[in-house]
């Protein structure tokens, strides 16, 4: 699935009207579609369908500003701060939209601390001198973007809840983040303590 995902963002990337726009730009678009999505998923009924196609045109974005910045030649230092920030902003906005899903607000609360400590510490680390990410882990953005995405569309579709379980899909993708946050968090420290060892 992954390798699918970046071979299709790649493949826009490289699309002439793409290649025009700013890759900062790209980086706004994205907790701009996602902030987009907060009042469809708070509408209730169908709508959070329409979420759900707003925050993988979100997830699209967030890999469209590096592409393209790569394609183009335009890959410069301020535009991996701009990026870094608007993923941030959209994480939150993700979490928000679990919220008005239905999600506790405790839950939210969790994952949204977890993704920033996770953000954070591997920003520090860089800082510190470490190359690299210092460990691909279960808690990246694509499954935050993924998660909320799956709560929508469940939502929009199975309003009564998850089969099995009686939670609501914002509950069950909001418990699932905090504990892949959980998980991630612990292996991206053990890559950094290794890294920087």
């Known amino acids: 699935m992954v390798p699918t995902w970046?071979?299709?963002?790649?493949?826009?990337?490289?699309?002439?009207?793409?290649?025009?726009?700013?890759?900062?730009?790209?980086?706004?678009?994205?907790?701009?579609?996602?902030?987009?999505?907060?009042?469809?998923?708070?509408?209730?009924?169908?709508w959070p369908?329409?979420?759900?196609?707003?925050?993988?045109?979100?997830?699209?974005?967030?890999?469209?500003?590096?592409?393209?910045a790569a394609v183009t030649g335009r890959?410069?230092?301020l535009?991996?701060?701009?990026?870094?920030l608007a993923d941030?902003?959209?994480?939150?906005?993700l979490v928000v939209i679990l919220y008005v899903l239905g999600a506790p607000a405790p839950w939210c609360l969790a994952a949204a601390?977890?993704?920033?400590?996770?953000?954070?510490?591997?920003?520090?680390?860089?800082?510190?001198?470490?190359r690299g990410i210092g460990a691909l882990s279960v808690a990246e953005r694509p499954l935050?973007?993924?998660?909320?995405a799956v709560a929508c569309l469940g939502s929009g579709l199975l309003s009564e809840g998850t089969?099995?379980?009686?939670?609501?899909w914002a509950t069950v993708c909001a418990v699932c983040w905090t504990v892949a946050g959980a998980v991630g968090f612990l292996h991206l420290a053990a890559g950094v303590a290794r890294t920087l060892k």
């Open 6 to 46: 970046v071979a299709l963002v790649q493949r826009c990337a490289r699309a002439r009207p793409l290649r025009a726009v700013p890759p900062d730009l790209l980086s706004l678009a994205g907790p701009l579609t996602v902030a987009a999505a907060v009042g469809p998923a708070a509408a209730g009924g169908p």
């Open 49 to 68: 369908l329409a979420s759900c196609a707003l925050v993988v045109l979100s997830g699209l974005f967030d890999g469209l500003d590096g592409a393209v």
């Open 75 to 77: 890959a410069r230092p």
């Open 79 to 84: 535009g991996a701060v701009v990026d870094a």
């Open 88 to 93: 941030r902003v959209a994480d939150l906005l």
């Open 113 to 130: 601390f977890l993704a920033q400590l996770h953000e954070y510490a591997r920003a520090r680390a860089n800082a510190a001198g470490m």
């Open 144 to 148: 935050r973007v993924v998660l909320c």
């Open 163 to 168: 089969p099995g379980t009686g939670w609501d």
